[in-house]
T-cell receptor
Framework: GQNIDQPTEMTATEGAIVQINCTYQ??????LFWYQQHAGEAPTFLSY????GLEEKGRFSSFLSRSKGYSYLLLKELQMKDSASYLC????????????????FGRGTQLTVWP | ETGVTQTPRHLVMGMTNKKSLKCEQH?????MYWYKQSAKKPLELMFV???????ENNSVPSRFSPECPNSSHLFLHLHTLQPEDSALYLC????????????FGQGTRLTVV
């Protein structure tokens, strides 16, 4: 089975830095996504990590350690509009005889940014 | 706008009704997905489709039946639903299996009364 854990809620103030952690236990791990979801909207892609290390994209960075089953999303210079749910998602390789992998999501971390 | 369109956006149905959710993508993707999002729960993968095969979550009740007539369209047929099926149903697509970014539709907010 798949087990993906992330904190339920976090709060921070404008201009601060926040790190959202995600741990996972999964078979056939292929890669890890981070998505952002504002209330009432569709999830939108933030980052994708396949190899160990840090991927930086503007104010957002994502880190992966495959050996530890651990990832984090780092948000810098927080803005009010960053208040949203952040979803950690794991992709798995296709089963034998199949061409389709899977994409499994954690519960999401609700981030609230205060002025 | 993500390139994935879902209709309707909102649906209220009785437990004896039959309805269908529609998803359409013109991104040239090969794989399409149905997810269920309930309050305080993770996004639950229901079905994965490509032209060659369908993969389903064995825990999804048979009152949900997907249909994928071509690579651009995906339906979720609903019949004799229960109140606990009320949720946001999200469609997504990606190029091949999910080793690439999945694009999500805006979802259908379903309420079963």
């Amino acid at each position: 089975g798949q087990n993906i854990d992330q904190p339920t809620e976090m709060t921070a103030t404008e201009g601060a830095i926040v790190q959202i952690n995600c741990t996972y236990q999964t078979s056939g791990f292929n890669g890890l996504f981070w998505y952002q979801q504002h209330a009432g909207e569709a999830p939108t892609f933030l980052s994708y990590n396949v190899l160990d290390g840090l991927e930086e994209k503007g104010r957002f960075s994502s880190f992966l350690s495959r050996s530890k089953g651990y990832s984090y999303l780092l948000l810098k210079e927080l803005q009010m509009k960053d208040s949203a749910s952040y979803l950690c998602a794991v992709t798995t390789r296709a089963d034998r005889g199949s061409t389709l992998g899977r994409l499994y999501f954690g519960r999401g971390t609700q981030l609230t940014v205060w002025p | 706008e993500t390139g994935v369109t879902q209709t309707p956006r909102h649906l209220v149905m009785g437990m004896t009704n039959k309805k269908s959710l529609k998803c359409e993508q013109h991104l040239g993707h090969n794989a399409m997905y149905w997810y269920k999002q309930s309050a305080k729960k993770p996004l639950e993968l229901m079905f994965v489709y490509s032209l060659e095969e369908r993969v389903e979550n064995n825990s999804v009740p048979s009152r949900f039946s997907p249909e994928c007539p071509n690579s651009s369209h995906l339906f979720l047929h609903l019949h004799t639903l229960q109140p606990e099926d009320s949720a946001l149903y999200l469609c997504a697509s990606s190029q091949d299996h999910p080793g690439t970014e999945a694009f999500f539709g805006q979802g259908t907010r379903l309420t079963v009364v």
